[in-house]
């Protein structure tokens, strides 16, 4: 056989196959790409919900008139009086628990 006989019949097997086999293969490219972008698309953005300071202070232990933040009279964990605290904890603790942090929340835009 020839070789130019053998290459032009290899080419024509080749084209016939590729025709062949080409929709097919772009048939399954195009679903799996279908499949994907379902997959991915992101369900639509539900607004932040607003957040609730009297809320979140009540749950805190914490008063607030919408000006300043006061703690509550009762520790509720514990059920003590915030003036009656154990000997061993550090004066200082106390302190910073029991100062008022409203002018520096205003500061930071908390408020």
């Known amino acids: 056989m020839d070789k130019q006989l053998l290459k032009a019949y290899i080419r024509t097997i080749v084209e016939e196959e590729v025709k062949r086999i080409l929709p097919e293969l772009l048939s399954e490219a195009v679903a799996e790409v279908k499949q994907l972008?379902?997959?991915?698309?992101?369900?639509?953005?539900?607004?932040?919900?607003?957040?609730?300071?009297?809320?979140?202070?009540?749950?805190?232990?914490?008063?607030?008139?919408?000006?300043?933040?006061?703690?509550?009279?009762?520790?509720?964990?514990?059920?003590?009086?915030?003036?009656?605290?154990?000997?061993?904890?550090n004066p200082e603790v106390v302190k910073a628990i029991n100062k008022d942090y409203s002018q520096l929340m205003k500061t930071m835009g908390i408020v």
């Open 37 to 89: 972008s379902e997959q991915t698309t992101r369900p639509s953005a539900q607004p932040k919900p607003k957040l609730d300071r009297s809320k979140l202070a009540a749950m805190m232990g914490i008063e607030y008139d919408g000006q300043t933040l006061r703690a509550t009279s009762t520790d509720k964990v514990h059920g003590r009086l915030p003036d009656d605290v154990p000997p061993d904890v």
